[in-house]
């Protein structure tokens, strides 16, 4: 073997070895960690521990409305293609249901197929992108608010996150984004946005990637993408730009719990993802995505049965003074409380209803997820008892998630 080649594959063990070491560092993040872990700061309602049940568990009959979930689930079409690639589980994808999946994708969209790659959500994608593409010295730059897990895989890969305030109209500030650091290594667009519900228009991503530090890329995550009216930026891979797509059958799709999504990009970008890990897809996220793509009447529907929840939501809070941030196009929305937004929390949690997170450059606002029409009823009514109160207490558990102590009180 010559030198040069010795070298060359002594450098792939190297950088292989570098990725399964960060992939392992941090776990993977998704909605429902972050979700679960806001809910630890506030206190359960009594009564909830229930024999063989886990102690962060909700109670029966909870409102449901924090981890920007769809109430609907999967499809009919989706549970009809699980049943009938179930009793073929026991084989490694036997007829080759992950290929025909990529190949239906592909086909919608004017993709070639090398430049999707299938993984259980996107939050795999997400993280391994970060890694691939931040370092010490190649820094990730995010919206703020926006979506928390890129953030934490950069810390990962020891990376500077730079966090750029939110246009006026709420809406992503690339051109603030874009200047805000020459040796980026990830610009991260979350269109629609996570937790706002607020988009960016297309041209203006757009912008960004004409005009972006030279050797960083685009992340935009699309996972809200079908419950708007935002244009995608798709044709952009099929143009061969320097962005990555992230898509998930985890919101409008309603398969959260069963997981599928993808990366789309040119395949030298996604090859950098490959050395931290991709196990094989479940035949039964690939068939119950692919039927969900087949069905021509499912992102219409769903799409106008949560905005219409959404509108009447959105309309019963204006009506009655409560202050909701920017225009939301999507399932989840925030509402600037004007106090504490996790005593807010600990008390509709209280009244059974559990709601979304803070963050922290809005630490009064809460964000909401949208339900069935009767979750949102049963939201109006908590919200309005909780926001009619004097003061709410904000509970402290133990790691056995047991009341501990009272914490402080906020006035309300």
């Not at 063989?52 to 009809?80: F, T």
């Not at 599928?260 to 039964?284: E, H, S, Y």
Request: include cysteine; hydrophobic fraction near 45%.
């Amino acid at each position: 073997m010559d030198t040069q080649k010795s070298d060359r594959l002594a450098m792939g063990r190297r950088s292989f070895l570098r990725a399964a070491a960060l992939a392992a560092a941090t776990p993977i993040l998704t909605e429902a960690h972050l979700a679960q872990a806001a809910q630890t700061t506030a206190a359960p309602p009594s009564g909830m521990a229930l024999h063989g049940q886990s102690p962060n568990a909700p109670p029966p009959g909870a409102v449901l409305i924090n981890a920007n979930e769809n109430p609907l689930g999967p499809s009919k079409a989706a549970c009809d293609a699980i049943v009938r690639v179930a009793p073929l589980g026991g084989r490694y994808d036997l007829n080759g249901e992950t290929a025909m999946l990529v190949s239906t994708f592909a086909a919608q969209h004017g993709l070639k197929e090398d430049h999707i790659a299938v993984y259980a959500g996107s939050s795999e994608p997400l993280h391994y992108t970060v890694l691939a593409f931040t370092s010490p010295t190649r820094s990730f730059v995010t919206a703020d608010p926006s979506y928390e897990a890129g953030m934490r895989a950069a810390m990962t890969s020891q990376a500077k996150v730079v966090k750029v305030p939110l246009a006026a109209d709420y809406g992503h500030d690339v051109k603030a984004m874009v200047a805000a650091d020459p040796q980026a290594g990830v610009i991260y667009i979350c269109n629609p946005n996570n937790p706002t519900g607020t988009t960016t228009a297309k041209q203006d991503i757009v912008w960004a990637l004409d005009n972006k530090p030279a050797g960083a890329i685009l992340l935009v995550d699309e996972a809200y993408i079908h419950l708007s009216d935002a244009g995608d930026v798709l044709d952009m891979v099929a143009a061969g730009k320097d962005l990555i797509v992230l898509r998930t059958f985890s919101k409008i799709y309603g398969m959260a719990g069963i997981r599928c999504g993808f990366a789309v990009g040119r395949p030298d970008l996604l090859a950098k993802l490959t050395p931290f890990g991709q196990n094989a897809m479940p035949i039964t996220g690939s068939a119950a995505a692919r039927a969900s793509l087949e069905d021509p009447a499912l992102v219409p529907t769903r799409k106008k049965i949560i905005g219409d929840t959404r509108r009447d939501t959105l309309a019963w809070l204006k009506a009655n003074n409560y202050k909701v941030i920017g225009d939301p196009q999507t399932n989840c929305f925030m509402i600037d409380t004007g106090r504490d937004g996790k005593a807010v929390i600990a008390a509709m949690k209280a009244q059974n209803v559990y709601i979304g997170r803070t963050w922290p450059i809005w630490p009064n606002a809460v964000r909401v997820s949208v339900g069935t029409p009767q979750e949102m009823a049963a939201f109006k009514t908590a919200f309005k008892t909780v926001m009619d109160s004097k003061a709410v207490a904000l509970e402290t558990h133990d790691a056995g998630g047991h009341r501990a102590d009272l914490g402080y009180y906020a006035t309300l």
